[in-house]
């Protein structure tokens, strides 16, 4: 008698291994993050991210419809506004560039469904996701701007609010500034657990939104920190959070897991600038083989347990599928 158990015999060929695997990627786990700006025909690369633009209006509504075409349907956007100043009033501005940006993608690409990032960095002149007094950011003044930008993304016609400013209460009071307006309807998509990253750099570049001092270590969360995750995740649950988001993504996967473990709401993993920027680099200089690499991150992240992935790759990766 052979004791010998022989694993690889399913992995002989293809159709084998295609057949026993356990993870599948597809476009609908895709969210594809985009960063509008004013004017027209703009189409300005970001030079940490190489394959990533500032996009003006008319071009965001281009670019949409064709990640469209290859199955993404959900962007989320972020603004990258010319004006900018102390309590970010851009953010919650009627005709302010996220705003505008809405209409005009739930305008004219008619699958397109847009999903708000919710926050004040890209809007404030020093660069903080709140209001400042004495060097320090508030919190609760905070809440107030955020809710009043929940609601003027939602008048835009913005299909999900995505709040990603990690003031305490974020939820509990962006969810009843909807409701008051009318708007009971529309989900809230926490970035629930969201570490003070590195990673994020590049999207600093992007969207202008570098703390001018300080750093955000007082309001996102310290990356050696677990616990503090499910703790974060469970306060956002009680707050009426609708979906989950865990943030960085690739070193990370073990609080993705954790977090999937704990809840049973929907959860999102944000693959994010960094990530994407060291994967570009890398392949750039012939280290690495992007292709290979980005599937291989993704499908890690959804084996981690996400159910959406946001990601600067969503476009390319679903055009290669297709
Ligand atoms: C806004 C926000 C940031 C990111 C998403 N929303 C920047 C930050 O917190 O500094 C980062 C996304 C990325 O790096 O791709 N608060």
């Given at each position: 008698m052979n004791?010998?158990?022989r694993p690889r015999r399913l992995r002989r060929s293809d159709t084998l291994r295609a057949l026993v695997r356990e993870t599948h990627l597809t476009p609908n786990d895709f969210v594809y993050p985009l960063f509008v700006c004013e004017g027209e025909g703009v189409r300005r690369e970001i030079n940490s991210m190489p394959g990533c633009f500032n996009l003006s209006i008319d071009e965001l509504v281009k670019e949409v419809d064709l990640a469209v075409r290859v199955g993404v349907r959900s962007v989320?956007?972020?603004?990258?506004p010319d004006e900018k100043d102390a309590t970010g009033s851009q953010a919650y501005a009627e005709d302010g560039i996220t705003q505008r940006a809405i209409r005009a993608l739930k305008r004219e690409v008619k699958e397109a469904f847009v999903i708000a990032d919710n926050c004040l960095c890209e809007y404030t002149d020093h660069?903080?996701?709140g209001v400042i007094r004495d060097g320090e950011v508030l919190n609760d003044p905070t809440l107030d701007l955020l809710a009043r930008t929940a609601v003027s993304q939602?008048?835009?016609g913005a299909d999900i609010i995505a709040p990603s400013n990690m003031m305490d209460g974020f939820v509990a009071a962006?969810?009843?500034a909807l409701?008051?307006?009318g708007f009971e309807?529309?989900?809230?998509m926490s970035y629930a657990v969201k570490y003070a990253s590195g990673f994020y750099g590049p999207f600093r570049e992007a969207a202008g939104s570098t703390p001018q001092f300080g750093d955000r270590r007082g309001y996102q969360m310290d990356p050696a920190n677990a616990r503090e995750a499910l703790r974060e995740a469970a306060l956002d649950v009680e707050q009426g959070a609708d979906m989950l988001m865990v943030?960085?993504?690739l070193a990370y996967l073990d609080i993705i897991r954790a977090v999937r473990e704990r809840f049973d709401l929907p959860l999102a993993a944000y693959q994010v600038s960094g990530e994407y920027s060291m994967i570009k680099a890398a392949a750039r200089l012939g280290w690495v083989d992007e292709e290979r690499i980005v599937i291989e991150t993704l499908t890690a992240i959804k084996r981690a347990g996400a159910d959406i992935i946001l990601t600067y790759f969503a476009r390319d990766v679903a055009a290669r599928m297709a």
């Open positions: 004791l010998i158990q989320i956007l972020f603004g990258v660069g903080h996701c939602a008048e835009a962006i969810r009843a409701d008051n307006a309807h529309l989900p809230i943030k960085p993504a």
